[in-house]
């Protein structure tokens, strides 16, 4: 592979790393070379975790943490830093919708759960800023560092039902483009802030949404099909090769992106 596009050796860091997308980053990465080190909330997820980990590659690492809390992602950053030297990547995967901040069709906006809308804030937007504010002050005092955010479809475009999933999506990718530009206008040009934008890939949270009990397609994801122009759900193994690119050599100059991985959904107008 060009060396530009490697991460082999790199030390990455990413919450959410027991989860389907996070995981499936982490996989990939180790498989890459990169020494993972792998967040995740509850203190049985860590051993599997790590033994995955281990079988694929690099010198992996696990870590049970609840990413808001700051002294808790401090200290681990202190000990990541003294195993292995530095810290090259952030990713910040952990996150997820929280059921009583929709607005389903047969609601109305004030059957929504307002402490399940702070809830889903704080577990999206503030489960992002919270490790970018500790692993910031890594990185200015190394001279570099790359951070890779997970921003949605649903910052894109006001999707229906989910009012404070998107909300709050659309807040990760505004903070994404500041700290860009605040790391780099103040820190310097090694220090780089972007997110990926996922399309729609069925998990266990969306399974429900999109797909009937026989498989077929629900009449929400027959519309999510039909605005994009590929014609399918993503595999979330499609995500590997665009995070790897951000977090790369090769994404050198690039800076304050949130990159869609969405089968041209964002791009569509259905029309």
Known sequence: ????????????????????????????????????????????????????????????????????????????????????????????????????????????????????????????????????HVFTKVFAAQGYGCILNISSMAAYDALTRVAGYGAAKEGVSNFTRWLAAEMAIKYGEKIRVNALAPGFFIGKQNRAALLNEDGSLTDRSKKVIAKTPMRRFGDLTELNGAAQFLCSDAASFVTGVVLPVDGGFSSFSGV
Not at 22 to 45: C, M, T
Not at 59 to 75: E, F, I, L, W
Not at 101 to 108: R, S
């Open 1 to 132: 592979m060009n060396e530009q596009f490697s991460v082999a050796g790199k030390v990455a860091v990413i919450s959410g790393a027991a989860g389907a997308l996070g995981g499936s980053l982490a996989r990939h990465f180790a498989a890459q070379g990169a020494d993972v080190v792998a967040l995740v909330h509850r203190p049985e997820q860590v051993e599997p975790v790590v033994e995955a980990l281990n079988a694929l590659g690099g010198r992996p690492c696990g870590y049970a943490c609840n990413v808001m809390d700051t002294q808790a992602v401090s200290k681990i950053a202190d000990e990541v830093v003294a195993a292995y030297g530095r810290v090259d990547i952030l990713i910040n995967v952990a996150g997820g919708n929280v059921a009583g901040a929709n607005v389903m069709p047969d609601q109305n906006f004030w059957d929504m759960k307002l402490e399940d809308w702070t809830k889903v804030l704080d577990l999206n937007l503030n489960g992002t800023v919270y490790p970018c």
